[in-house]
């Protein structure tokens, strides 16, 4: 058979995609001429595709997040099992919150093009346009106390922050209590969580998620606070793809959260990230403003702010900025 033959066979498939090396091993030849093999094939119409992190494979790619196109990718247990693609709503959370009330099972996962009523955190707008951004929501159901709940924000942090680095190396995010994803100062992405309690016991949550991917041009707005991927790096991403790996992340995640019952696991991760830590800073919270020094997280998640008398407090919700509040 020639290597034509055998990089078709070995490549056939959706979703099937393979490092330059292992097509090498399998087909018998060298690195660099399996890559040569590939280029010529797709000089003569083959539809060659590399895709970061995942390597060649053959068939069209889109950038659409339409469900097929993040299976592809997907490597999930559970979360995806359901996954729903709306070219436009509202917010993904407030779709996701309505098939949660009506019983949609945990791990199923709302994508959208664009969003009309993106929502931030604080009732702050998300801004959303077509085309360029990844905005998903997902259903969990945990079996834990909504106490639990707190420590969920801090968890996703961690595990958005890996998706996105692990398609952006070399470049270290940083993470902004609670949940703030930021590249050179500026925001990079956020998370929404919201839940439904029910007689002690997390009825569900869901986790919005916001990344700014492909996008070029912000509205002035927020175009001084706001950055993408693309501005931060120079390359444009495959939505799908980096829906996928997120997925990956978030469940990876979950699942040491549940067996450990703690944050343990992520904060070295987080400490490292963390723009706050060992900062004076001020907390606007829905009731005051608070000032003091970032001292970590407690165990809920929760800031731990040294005040001025020397005291340490717990903030469960707020808005921190470092310096004094202009
Ligand atoms: C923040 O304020 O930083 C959180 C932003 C969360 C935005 C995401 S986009 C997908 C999901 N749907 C929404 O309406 N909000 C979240």
Redesign the pocket.
Known sequence: MDGRQRVLDLLEGDGVFLPIEEIAHSIGMDANTSRSLLEEMSADGVRVVEVPGRGFGIGAVTDILFEQEVRKFLRTRDLGNEIIFRHEV?????L?VALAENGQPHGTVIL?DR?T??????G?T?I?PAGV?????AIFRPELPPAAATEVPIMMAVAVARALERQTPPLKLHIKWP??LLYNGR?L????CEMRTSANRIQFLVA????NVNTIDFNSEISDQATSMRIATGESYLRPLLAADLLEEIEAAWDVWTTEESLDPFMEYWVERSILEGRQITVATQAAQVEGIAEGLAPSGALLLRMPDGSLREIYAGDAHIGPLI
């Open positions: 509202t917010s993904t959370n407030d996701a959208a969003q009523g993106g929502r931030g955190r604080m702050r998300w959303s951004n990844l905005y998903l929501s949940n703030d925001k992405g956020g998370i929404l919005g998620i916001g990344i």
